[in-house]
Structures are given as structure tokens and as C-alpha cells.
């Protein structure tokens, strides 16, 4: 479905990146890993070289201005174009607000927004360059409803909501698209942080959802790699929920 599309992921280390990153591959894309963990990035490569795929590790620290252009130019350069841009790194800090340093809050934003204008920036020119592109940004249902305990990083996820609604507005007229996902609780690392290992704790988080089991890397990544694709054409600024039910309540 995706030969001869170039994808850029970031955050394609671990998690919800890393299934997109390899369900790009499976479909014949090219794919440029972004990440701030080397070893973690290019095993990820490593791996989809072994299954025979074209992809490529970019060590990127998201909240540096610097690194971002860098990514998309280097992506540009060894492949050609950038036809998909996912913005799916992002972190979680559960301080209350009251609580909450200052540098804390910078730090969300930077790693859950600002990276989504820089990297969106960059991309921009090299789509409007083609006349098309695809943006897909990865949520949350925290940009929809406020989820307890975590303020800022809602906060953060409201940005992201109107950040996609703003690029499907603005650079539709360039052929560019621009959706993005809102998952409840994925299966990842960063919630293994967040909630812990605790299988009794994640069975309970997991009835919050009716359909009764929390979601999987692979759930998120085929609602991305259908926004990123053909048949999705008509759909710009949109929020696709993929939280087995839990905002329909
Ligand atoms: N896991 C969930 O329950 C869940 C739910 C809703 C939304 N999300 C969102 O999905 C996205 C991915 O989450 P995940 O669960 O796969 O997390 P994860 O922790 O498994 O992976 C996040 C990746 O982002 C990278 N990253 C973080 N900061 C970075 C930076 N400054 N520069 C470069 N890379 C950086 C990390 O190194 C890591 O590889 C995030 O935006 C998160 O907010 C996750």
C-alpha cells in the first residue's frame, strides 16, 4: 500500500512508533526512525534491515529546534521525499499541578507539542514542495476529556487536537492532510511506567474501556497507517478514537 512513500515516525523506538514504524515496512514504505534512544532506534532499524526493508535511523531530540530540521532533511536527502510525517513521541508527568515545577511543565510541552510544530514545520516544506503528504499526530482521549491525575499532559494533548485541526485547515490547499489519533490506555512501556506491571491494576484500567481489554501497539498503528493512506483522502482534521469505547460512554 505504501511503496515507494517515504515515512518519517518519531518516537519509533518503543511502543506505539515502534508497531508503526514496522507496519510501514510490512507495507512497502521506506522509513526514517526518529528517536532520542540510540540503542533502543537502531536496533529497531537493524531489524526491519534483516526482514529485507529500507529504513533508517536518525538520532533526533525533539524539543531541539536543531534536530528536528535535521531529521526531515536527512530524510529528504537519503530518500528523496517525505510523504508521511507521524508525530507519535510523547512522555507522561503525573506531578499535580500545584506541585508541578516549572521546568516540568516546559518539559511536556516541548516533548508533546512543540516537537509536533517543529517537525510539522520542516515536513511542510518538503510536502507543499510535492504538492501532497500526509500528517498524523498521535493523541490522546486526554485531548478530549481530561483524564485524572495527569493536568499538563491534557493540557499538552489539547494542543495537539488543535494543532491538527489547524494544519488539515490551513495546508489542505497544498494537497496535505492532517488527522490524528486519540488511544486510551495503550499496552507500552510508557505505561508499564505509568501504572506499573501489576497485571490485577492493568485488568482494572482495562474496564474502563467496554470492550474490556486495554489496547494493543497494533490497534493504534493500523488507525495511523490508515490516516497516512489513499484510502483515507476525504478525511482531513480529524480525531480518530482508538480506545475500545471509552469516550463513547
Ligand atoms: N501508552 C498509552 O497508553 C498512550 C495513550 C494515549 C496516547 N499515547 C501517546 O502515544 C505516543 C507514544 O506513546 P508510547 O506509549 O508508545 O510511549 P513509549 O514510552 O513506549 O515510547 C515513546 C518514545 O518516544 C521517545 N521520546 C520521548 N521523548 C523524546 C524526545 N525528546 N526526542 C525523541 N524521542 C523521544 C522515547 O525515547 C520512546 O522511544 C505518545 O505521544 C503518548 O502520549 C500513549
Redesign the pocket.
Known amino acids: 500500500m505504501f511503496k515507494d512513500t517515504v515515512a518519517v515516525v ?9 508497531q508503526t514504524a514496522i507496519e510501514f515496512a510490512r507495507q512497502d514504505a521506506r522509513v526514517v526512525v ?4 540510540e540503542r ?2 537502531t536496533d529497531v532499524v537493524a531489524d526491519l534491515k534483516n526482514d529485507g526493508h529500507d529504513a533508517l535511523f536518525v538520532r ?4 531541539s529546534k536543531a534536530d528536528c530540521k535535521n531529521l526531515i532533511t536527512t530524510a529528504a536527502e537519503t530518500f528523496g521525499r517525505v510523504d508521511v510525517l507521524v508525530n ?5 508527568i503525573s506531578t499535580p499541578l500545584h506541585e508541578m515545577p516549572v521546568h516540568e511543565w516546559d518539559t511536556l510541552v ?3 507539542l512543540k ?1 509536533m510544530f517543529l517537525c510539522s514545520k520542516y515536513a511542510l516544506r518538503e510536502m507543499i514542495e510535492a504538492s501532497t503528504g500526509a500528517i498524523v499526530n ?5 485531548g478530549l476529556v481530561a483524564w485524572p491525575g495527569i493536568a499538563a ?1 491534557n493540557a499538552t ?1 489539547g494542543g495537539v487536537m488543535m494543532l491538527t485541526k489547524s494544519l488539515a485547515v490551513d495546508y489542505a490547499k497544498y494537497g496535505i492532510r492532517a488527522n490524528c489519533v ?5 499496552d ?4 508499564d ?2 501504572i506499573g506491571h501489576d497485571a490485577a491494576v492493568k485488568e482494572q484500567k482495562a474496564k474502563l474501556n467496554p470492550i474490556g481489554r486495554l ?1 494493543t ?1 497494533e490497534d ?1 498503528a493500523n488507525a495511523i497507517l490508515f490516516l497516512a493512506s489513499d484510502k483515507s483522502s476525504f478525511i482531513t482534521g480529524a480525531a480518530l478514537t482508538v480506545d475500545g469505547g471509552y469516550t463513547a460512554i
Open positions: 518519531t518516537g519509533a523506538a518503543s511502543g506505539i512508533g515502534r526518529a528517536d532520542i534512544d533502543r532506534g533526533t531530540d525533539l524539543t507519535n513521541a510523547g512522555m507522561e516541548d516533548t508533546n516537537s498521535v493523541c490522546s482521549v486526554s499532559y494533548k486519540c488511544p486510551s490506555i495503550i507500552t512501556p510508557m505505561t511506567v505509568s489496547g501497539p493504534v
